[in-house]
């Protein structure tokens, strides 16, 4: 856990407003912010090419996941004042601050958590809790091959080629490759389901691992990637995850 690469933002600077912070006080919203950075490096300079929040009722402790799409038009601000850019652009001129106070301020939201990862993040935890089950349909097979390839070379991470439509066990760099295909029909709406696809069925088979792997997942994973979320606060949340 001490690995785990923090950064500590400005709750002040992210743009909550009481009046907002009031009407959704029901609710806990973290931003996961897939940024396109191969390597080990979360600084500015990448963009946030999937943005999902993970929208948490603490009541009924249901996680609706709302997709805000990379190339949507925000004020954003850039070196000291605001102009209308692609949302993905927030994060490169300011991390993930920069990027929460664009969701909060255009979007009337209260986020004040983050979890930040890259490619090689997914790539870890996919493979560290043994693979997860997704349905594969011709079209997605037409493409997939080629992002395995790619995401393959690009993380040194082996893998090999999906012959066969249908659900299956896909690895990490399988997994990432399925998120990153775009040139079905539905584009990019279609893209981001395959993200939230991917995250919803991770989810779905932590709450099948016991204590002990969701630990060693943890002590795999959280190394890799960066968040303003306190240590203890999540290894408090593991004995909770199949509540959710």
């Not at 870890?124 to 393959?152: C, F, H, P, R, W």
């Not at 088979?205 to 060693?216: C, G, M, V």
Request: charged share 25%.
């Amino acid at each position: 856990l001490g690995k785990i690469q923090k950064e500590n933002i400005d709750e002040t600077a992210i743009g909550i407003s009481n009046e907002t912070e009031k009407a959704l006080s029901e609710y806990r919203n973290i931003a996961l912010l897939g940024i396109d950075s191969r390597a080990d490096d979360y600084g500015l300079g990448n963009r946030s090419d999937c943005i999902i929040i993970a929208s948490i009722n603490q009541k009924t402790k249901n996680i609706k996941l709302i997709s805000v799409y990379r190339d949507t038009y925000m004020q954003i601000e850039e070196s000291g004042s605001e102009r209308l850019d692609k949302v993905t652009h927030a994060y490169s001129y300011g991390g993930a601050q920069n990027t929460l106070k664009a969701l909060n301020t255009n979007l009337d939201l209260n986020i004040s958590e983050y979890v930040t990862v890259n490619f090689d993040a997914v790539i870890a935890a996919v493979n560290a809790m043994g693979g997860v089950n997704i349905e594969i349909d011709s079209s997605e097979l037409k493409y997939i091959n080629d992002y395995i390839d790619a995401t393959s070379q690009s993380s040194g991470v082996k893998s090999s080629h999906i012959t066969k439509t249908g659900t299956q066990t896909l690895d990490g760099v399988q997994a990432v490759a399925y998120s990153r295909i775009r040139y079905t029909a539905g584009g990019d709406y279609k893209r981001t389901e395959r993200m939230r696809t991917v995250v919803t069925a991770m989810m779905k088979k932590a709450k099948t691992l016991s204590i002990t792997k969701l630990n060693s997942l943890a002590d795999t994973i959280l190394p890799k990637i960066s968040t303003n979320i306190s240590s203890m606060e999540i290894v408090s949340l593991i004995p909770s995850i199949a509540s959710f």
